[in-house]
């Protein structure tokens, strides 16, 4: 995202370096000039300097005054009317501190951690509403289009903001859940009732984490987790859902390739792709029709247009539908962000250019061919894989847990019960000793008193009191060179990049995670 002519000015306000670093070097990118100050003192002298458009506010300062302080100053001079302030919190538990700062006159806020296109919208918007405080007053713009585009911004960023809180919920139960029952499936006999009815619990927490993760797509931080899959199993899965979503007047049909063909891919977001298309399909034949998907091996020499450089071989999913179509003007706005042939309020004018950014992700491209007063279609290209056998499902038969913990001694660090509980057990299991903190400040008195032994520390990312990296921070000031690892529902290149997690140094565990995974993860980061 680019700023206006004029540079913007700005002053991040944090304790943390990196963190700083982080949103400065954002910042520097799109052409922002950026100072900094690590505490409430620096930050007062900074401003009183002058010159500056955007505060970037981190809530709590470590020692002495914190965010809200420096904010209760700001709004007390007018000759800082025109500042605009966004609070900066490391956590999505901070709500009424958060609520707090609004209410003494911050503008927006972002919670940890932060998409850069994100962080460049907000500070663009804040700096036009906090320079408008300072300007006569203007006529309203009779731009509809304008007002439109803001209230499906407003309406995606709640949404988004629930969908991630209740996906991390989720992750929680589903996390307690997996690991109970593994544990249960390691102990029950081979062909026992106890062993069925577990091993169904297992599929059905399996098919809820893959809808947990649709849920999270909606947020602003989806994790994106791309594995080998054939599609045609993926969309062969998908109809049944598809034809409830559609109606009756819509007939389905899927036409798959003879052979098996593999791809690597994320198939949350192919799921909400093909989604995404077929209601835009259905939007094109209000009286019903026919949606036709369709999947062929297409050779890139064969392709009259086509990526110039890439892989050889594609695997092309066609969606295709029996409705009006599009003229050519339509069509080579279709994949534009905002742009929407729906009547207004009825479409953000997103969903196909997060198709488009999904399958480039991916490595692949899409095109679409339409005629008037006829049909449409959609043409996915994945790249194909050499391989010719999709990823291994879950195994019938429950491995045991690995054993090779005995001697080392774990402290435990979430503030979630069920978490904690079932990771504590796991842990045991496998021969650890186990030390519990059911909140940041209790994990760093334990740490504290070094007649204990600590060899490892797992900990949560979200956390009410401080982030996992401040715990990682705070112990490792005590005890340098401690394992840490952190678990998380958010993706491991996104913390990193947000300087949240720090790649070589603390081992990255995803929720909803397994028994065995969590043994994997606390052995690689001893042994590392």
Not at 66 to 89: K, N, Y
Request: charged share 25%; with cysteine; aromatic share 4%.
């Amino acid at each position: 995202m680019s700023y206006e002519k004029s540079t913007v000015r700005a002053l991040i306000v944090d304790d943390d370096p990196v963190s700083r670093r982080w949103l400065g070097g954002c910042l520097a990118r799109d052409g922002v000039a950026c100072e900094e100050a690590s505490d409430a003192e620096s930050a007062r002298s900074a401003l009183e300097r002058g010159g500056h458009d955007v505060v970037l506010l981190d809530l709590f300062l470590g020692s002495g005054a914190t965010g809200l302080d420096v904010l209760t100053w700001m709004r007390a001079r007018p000759e800082l009317d025109h500042v605009g302030v966004i609070i900066v919190s490391a956590n999505a538990g901070d709500e009424s501190a958060v609520a707090l700062a609004l209410q003494r006159g911050a503008d927006d806020y972002l919670v940890k951690p932060i998409r850069p296109v994100e962080l460049a919208a907000r500070v663009t918007a804040v700096r036009r509403r906090s320079a408008r405080r300072v300007e006569p007053a203007r006529p309203r713009s009779e731009d509809p289009d304008v007002s439109d585009r803001l209230q499906h911004a407003m309406q995606l960023e709640t949404v988004g903001r629930l969908a991630g809180g209740i996906a991390h919920d989720f992750n929680n139960l589903l996390t307690g859940i997996t690991s109970n029952a593994d544990l249960g499936l390691d102990d029950a006999p081979r062909g026992s009732a106890a062993r069925e009815a577990l091993e169904e619990i297992q599929r059905a927490a399996t098919t809820a984490v893959a809808l947990t993760r649709q849920l999270a797509s909606f947020s602003r931080t989806p994790t994106v987790e791309p594995t080998l899959l054939d599609p045609n199993d993926l969309i062969e899965s998908l109809r049944k859902m598809l034809r409830r979503l559609l109606g009756d007047d819509i007939r389905v049909v899927f036409t798959p390739r003879q052979q098996h063909g593999i791809v690597r891919i994320d198939p949350v977001q192919l799921e909400l792709a093909l989604v995404n298309l077929a209601l835009n399909a259905r939007h094109a034949m209000p009286r019903g029709g026919e949606l036709r998907l369709t999947t062929s091996d297409v050779s890139a020499d064969t392709l009259a247009s086509k990526p110039v450089s890439g892989p050889r071989r594609y695997i092309r999913i066609d969606v295709s539908d029996t409705g009006h179509g599009m003229s050519p003007e339509i069509q080579a706005r279709v994949f534009e962000p905002f742009f929407t042939t729906k009547a207004r309020g009825q479409g953000t004018g997103f969903g196909l250019a997060n198709v488009r950014r999904f399958v480039e992700e991916a490595g692949g491209f899409i095109d679409v061919e339409s005629v008037a007063g006829s049909s449409t279609t959609f043409h996915l290209y994945l790249p194909r894989e050499r391989t010719t056998a999709p990823m291994a499902a879950r195994r019938d038969d429950h491995a045991p847990i690995f054993e090779g913990l005995r001697g080392k001694s774990v402290l435990v660090v979430d503030d979630d019960e069920l978490v904690r509980r079932a990771s504590v057990r796991v842990l045991q299991r496998s021969g650890a000793d186990v030390l519990v903190a059911a909140s940041a400040p209790e994990a760093v008195e334990l740490a504290r008193d070094l007649t204990r032994t600590i060899d490892l520390v797992l900990t949560d990312l979200v956390m009410p009191d401080m982030s996992g990296s401040d715990v990682a921070r705070h112990i490792r000031a005590i005890r340098p060179g401690m394992p840490i690892v952190c678990a998380s529902g958010h993706g491991r290149e996104e913390l990193v990049e947000q300087g949240v997690c720090d790649a070589d140094e603390i081992a990255f565990l995803a929720k909803p995670f397994t028994p065995a995974a969590l043994v994997a993860k606390v052995s690689e980061a001893l042994a590392a």
